[in-house]
């Protein structure tokens, strides 16, 4: 994260502390949160959040939110791992890349 993303950081904090019915963190709480989380992309700190938040009863604490972060970063890297290897097998069985042209789907469209 970046200096940019603390508002919606925070803002983010406050909403998941109230869906578990707690009292949003104080700034200095806040704090130490952004200090534990600012070396991960907001977009993941997000995911973690909305995975704790169906995986669990219990307001998360940072370590949960980690956890979850490492277990996006192992699915993201097996993700690109697996359209790498798509890719050159559709390169060595000589396909075209897929192409998305409006003409056909226009035609498509129309039949």
């Known amino acids: ?10 803002n983010l904090l406050d ?3 109230k869906l ?3 009292t949003c963190p104080e700034l200095e709480v806040k704090r130490a949160w952004w200090k534990l989380l600012r070396n991960f992309d907001l977009i993941n700190i997000k995911a973690a959040f909305g995975k704790h938040s ?3 009863k219990y307001c998360p604490k940072p370590a949960d939110i980690i956890e979850a972060l490492k277990e996006i970063s192992v ?3 097996k993700a690109q791992k697996e359209n790498a ?3 050159e097998a559709e390169k060595q069985a000589g396909l075209p890349p897929p ?7 226009e035609e498509l469209a129309k039949a």
């Open 75 to 77: 699915l993201q890297k």
């Open 15 to 17: 909403t998941n502390f």
């Open 99 to 105: 192409t998305h042209d409006v003409d056909v789907i």
């Open 85 to 87: 290897e798509r890719l």
């Open 20 to 22: 578990y019915n707690k």
């Open 54 to 56: 169906l995986e669990s």
């Open 1 to 10: 994260m970046n200096d940019n993303d603390s508002t919606e950081f925070q």
